[in-house]
Structure formats: C-alpha cells, structure tokens
C-alpha cells in the first residue's frame, strides 16, 4: 500500500501448470473509489473496472501500467 496515496497494489504469480490468468504473473490495482464489485479495480490505465474482468488483471509488461508506474 502507498502510505500517501493509501492505493493498494495486490500481486499475484503465475503458477505452473495452471491456466487462464491463474499462470500468468500479474497485478490488481484496487479503486479507492469502488461502490462495489463493478468498479472494485483499476484497470493498466486507471479506469474503475469490474472484479474478475480480464481488464482488472495488469500484465507487468502492460503499455498503460507502465506509463502510469512512471507518474
């Protein structure tokens, strides 16, 4: 968690074997602002998005978290 910001970033590796996005690294950055499952994450470029869409799920490589690491 950003103690500033109070933004909390979850990460979550890839497991071998596994499929779907349970194999693939990646990342789930929380909305501050969430009302409920709808908009409970941000997706790479800082939209409010549903839970379990695969828009919640930030790739590291991901063009959008990348630009945004840097702000």
């Known amino acids: 968690m950003n103690p500033e910001t109070g933004q909390k970033i979850k990460y979550h590796p890839g497991k ?3 499929t779907g ?3 693939i690294d990646h990342y789930h950055a929380h909305n501050l602002n969430a009302t409920g ?3 409970h994450y941000l997706n790479s470029n800082g939209e409010p998005v549903p839970k379990g869409s695969n ?3 930030i790739k590291p490589d991901d063009e959008g978290y990348k630009a945004n690491k840097k702000n």
């Open 55 to 57: 828009a919640s799920h």
């Open 16 to 18: 071998t074997g596994a």
């Open 37 to 39: 499952k709808v908009d």
């Open 21 to 23: 996005w349970e194999a």
